[in-house]
């Protein structure tokens, strides 16, 4: 039996969201069938929608599966984070509730084409999959294809379908392309600041690990060139998170360097389809001529992140070395990869992307004109044009602990650029993706007055010495 309470804040599909998912990962089985929406709406009282949008967020997360004219059963627990006991709630704080929220990384929830999502995934299910194999190992054909296409005309990549992975999340590519390297390729070096979790994946493969100091164009390819590493993760394109672009001298004197020392680069291209000041950077994999290259990317900022699902492109060369590593099958539901062919296949995605680009640019520059408004001189923008968030830095030196725990008693949630590169180098990440248009301004408003709150306090107590 659910509770559902209908005077809460959070809406009826996410409670009954989250009980159902409570129940699936700790009382049922593989194989076991979910009551039908119409029962669930009626013993409920609640509308179908309700009921349709719940179920719809488990199916895109891999809990569950539609059987035509059968109903919802519990998905393989293979392809979900099977939680045995319930995560135990911190009960010595009541849970805050923020007035804003600047999470860097949140697309707005009424972006994600449900209903046509639904549709299609329906679709999937009727169009003759055969439910009793398991997948391509590199994923399905249909998709790959569709990808593959996709990465040709956008992002001017060299490849085909024969050369993409569909895979899961970030860390399940990252690891991937680790287990194909790791016996001849051991020592890996990163961009610094960078992304801590590409990090945290070659270090737990046992890699020798160098960073790579980052300037205004970059990665350091001197630097670069002075060690031994045999592997290197780079963000070309918006480095994360300082949000310096690569120039085109450099990325031919990167690939140079792979080629003279047998070494890989892996391209990250987080963010491209967002870029909101120009076109977008051409990919690093699309100026190689020697197979050095291995492209990562994904349909979390764009689409959803709860639908997991990333793709690599690799080099021919390490096709094959690949299929040694992972020749069973793919990690990816057959549904999902079938959805989103349809999706691509029929032009949904690109008309999709328009239509995220064009709001969240409208996001971006709203978002930049509060922040020179409320503050002023008193910060420094030092990443911005893309992506979904703004990267701001204060001009004097104020107390980035004392600014979060002060927004927070205000409830303003603020994220921080040290949290996620694990470096020294921090940024206060204003993201505009998860807000509202019409709150980016009282958001900032809100933001800005604890910001200059905490920057007098800080000229006071260097005036008078203390």
Known sequence: MYVLDTQSKTPLHIQLYEALKQTITTEMEVGDKLPSIRKISQEYA???????????????????????????YICDADFYPLQTEPVPQNTSQPSVAYRYNFYPVRLSQKLFPLKLYKRLFNRAVDESLDMGVYTDPQGAEGLRHEISRYLRELRGVRCTASDVIVTGAFIDAMGMVADILRTTHGHFAI??????????????????????????????IDELIASD?????????????????????????????????DAYIIE???????????????????????????YIGTFAKALSPALRIGYVVLPHGLVERYKAFHGTFSRVGLMSQKTLELFMREGHWERHLRRVRN?????????????????????????????LSINIRPACNLDMERLR?????????????????????????????GLELEEIEPAVEAFAEVWHGIEASTRSTSQFGV
């Open 268 to 294: 990250d291209d987080y963010d491209s389809e967002l870029t909101y000041r120009s076109r977008p950077i051409p990919s690093l994999q699309g100026l190689d001529d020697a197979g050095r290259v291995i």
């Open 359 to 387: 709001l969240n640019r409208k996001k971006h520059d709203l978002m930049k004109q509060a922040l020179i408004t409320h503050l002023g001189d008193t910060m420094r923008i030092v990443s911005e044009g893309g992506g």
């Open 46 to 72: 609640i509308s179908k929608n309700t009921v349709e949008s719940a179920y719809a967020q488990l199916y895109a997360e891999g809990y569950i599966e539609s059987r035509p004219k059968s109903g919802y």
């Open 405 to 433: 725990q002060k927004a927070e008693e205000a409830g303003v949630k603020l994220y921080f650029a040290k949290a996620y590169s694990g470096g020294e180098w921090d940024a206060v990440r204003m993201g505009f993706g």
């Open 229 to 261: 590493a045999r592997v290197v993760y780079i963000t070309p394109s918006h480095q994360y998170p300082t949000g310096a672009a690569m120039p085109i001298a450099n990325r031919l004197r990167l690939l140079k360097w792979a080629q003279e020392n």
């Open 191 to 220: 961009e610094h600041p960078g992304y801590h979790i590409a990090r945290k994946v070659f270090v737990h493969h046992g890699f020798e690990i160098t960073p790579i100091r980052v300037d205004e164009n970059g990665l350091c």
